[in-house]
C-alpha cells in the first residue's frame, strides 16, 4: 500500500525552543541564521506546512512572539529538556504533531513533508534513524504515545530516544531511515565552534 500524504489541517506542528543551551553559552533560540532569529527560521518551515495549529514549546522569559504561533510555556524552574513539552503540545492538540527542534537549521520543509507527514497506519507515531540513530526532535508525534510520555516523565524517564525506540518495539511508531544525502539535515550545533561550522556549510531555504 503506498504512502496517503497528511490531509492539510488533520496535524499540528510544534517547535521546540526551550533549551538552556548552556555549553553556547547564550540562548540558541535568538542567535541570528539568514538574517533571522533561529526560532522564527525554524518557525517558518512549521508554517509552510499547512498545520492546523503552530505551537512553540519555550519559557516565558524568552519573550519569544509570534501571530501566527499559540505557546506552551515550561513549568517555571523545570529542567527536563525537550519531553515535558512535548507532552503538553499533545495534550493540548490531540491531533498528530510534527515536532521539530530550533537548533536544526539545515533541516527543510520539503524533507519533513516528504518523509513524516505520510501516513499509512491510524495512531502511528514517525522517526527518523540518521546514522547516529533514532532522530526524536524530527518527528511525528501521535496522541496515541501521550500515556508513554506521561509515565516517563512521571518516571523521570528524560530520554526521547529511549521513548521511540520501545514505541517502536511496540508497534506504536514507525521508524524511517534516511538517506546518506539526508544525514546532513540533522547537524545541529551545541557550541560556537559548532555555529560557526554550521553557517559556513548552510545552503537551507525555509
Known sequence: MSDIAL??????????????SRRMGQDKAFMMWQGQPLWEFQLQKLL???????????RKEQAIRHDRAEFVFDALGEDSGPMPGIARALDVLKQPTLVLAVDMPLMTSDFLKQRLLTSRHDGISRFLKSEHGLEPLAGLYDPHLLPELKLALTEERLSLSRLARLAHQEGKAEVIEVTDIEQAFFRNFNTLADWDHEKGMSCDMP
Do not use: D, Q
Not at 490531509?7 to 538552556?20: I, K, M, T, V
Not at 509552510?48 to 519555550?58: D, K, T, Y
Open 48 to 58: 509552510n506546512l499547512g498545520a492546523s495549529r503552530v505551537l512553540i514549546a519555550c
Open 7 to 20: 490531509e492539510p489541517h488533520s496535524f499540528s506542528a510544534l517547535l521546540l525552543a526551550g533549551g538552556r
